[in-house]
């Protein structure tokens, strides 16, 4: 069984928590907060990648637009390259910045129909495959050392009743090698609420694999091969732009009559290289008792589960000349009905995975077998609590949503309270 679709299960159990206390040392950095917004409309946007330039470190804003960088102070003259999906990438020199309050407007990017070629190809499958037979080519040819955040959230409805986060150790393969990644923990902490899981906890099995695995480029054998393909209906969409250079945009959907899991969404690929830029697709589900199987490993026998919601996202970044994995995000969502009683609890996951630094990793240097992760890692049961306002050091994460720091206050002072 495989981790994107039908590994990415959740399962349902019963759970402790536990709030230990570390403290960890800091190195010297500048710390820039702001937030990414739509120059037309002031609208905040999510996802927006910010790299320091001719570096490996960046990150991404959330949901909200909001962002926050740490750059290391060794770092002279920095300057930050912002880049989003239909904008026109922007270079700031960080100086520029207010601290505390570096607001940042992207202009939206209009492409022409004449900009990309759409006769390259005879068929938006033929480009599709062009894409995986130039892997090679245009992915990462080496070994390296990733730095990676990881963020799983649980809510209840509308309610946040988990958080857990990480700093991940990621030694990526390269891309044309059949060897598989591996990752360490690095630093993790985690905050839930038990009284409003009613006594039932949903945990994402595979934790960061699950949004690792969604780079289909190192891991196409889950959702297209040379195969399975042929499984589904391509066509053209309008083109657009990423970093100012045009892309074919792809859209997807599974043929009728197939076996789940079924697929539909879009392909973002680099006109000029055939390089996959951006996936962004969703998960078929209407077969409720199927799509069961599929996501829920374990539960209680008086519950039944369903998934209403799989979506997931996955964005690549290039430098000289190659692409590799930048960030990935799964969100599912689940009813859960009890027996005996009159209404049902809907539950959300979000996990996201977004790498913030890597650095070629000549020695050929692995994890000790000991602290590997396993593919089928439960993250959040081993983990300690939000004690530490410094916890993260220099570490770039990704800012938390508005919602989610008001969890994490509102628990943080009920634990105040309990010790008082």
Known sequence: MGYFGRGMIAALVMCALVFPTEAFAQDEFDQYEGKVVDARNNNALPSVNILVKNTNISTITNSDGDYMLKIPVSIKNAVLVVSNLGYLPKEIPASNLTRNNGKIQLEAKVTELTEVNLTAFNSAEALVRAVFKDKAKNSLDESVLMTAFYRETIK?????????????????????????????????????????????????????????????????????????????????????????????????????????????????????TFALTSASYNMKLDNQRAASELFVKKKPRDINVYPTRAEYKVDYREKNGKWYYGYGNVQLTFKVNKRRKLFNSVYSLSSEMAVTDWESNTSGYMAAPKDRLKPTVIIADAVSGFSDPDFWGPYNVIEPEKSIEAAINKIKRKLKRDKS
């Open 156 to 272: 209840k409805r509308n309610k946040n009743v988990s958080l857990t986060e990480a700093v991940v150790n990621l030694y990526k393969e390269p891309y044309n090698s059949g060897g598989k990644d591996i990752m360490e923990l690095h630093k993790a902490r985690k905050s839930t609420d038990y009284k409003r899981l009613d006594t039932v906890a949903l945990k994402l099995q595979g934790g960061p694999f699950a949004t690792l695995y969604l780079d289909i480029m190192k891991y196409p054998e889950y959702i297209f091969t040379d195969k399975s393909i042929g499984n589904y209906k391509f066509n053209f969409e309008p083109p657009s732009t990423v970093n100012d250079r045009p892309v074919y945009v792809v859209a997807f959907k599974q043929r009728e009559n197939l076996p789940p899991p079924a697929y539909e969404g879009r392909l973002f690929i680099d006109a000029e």
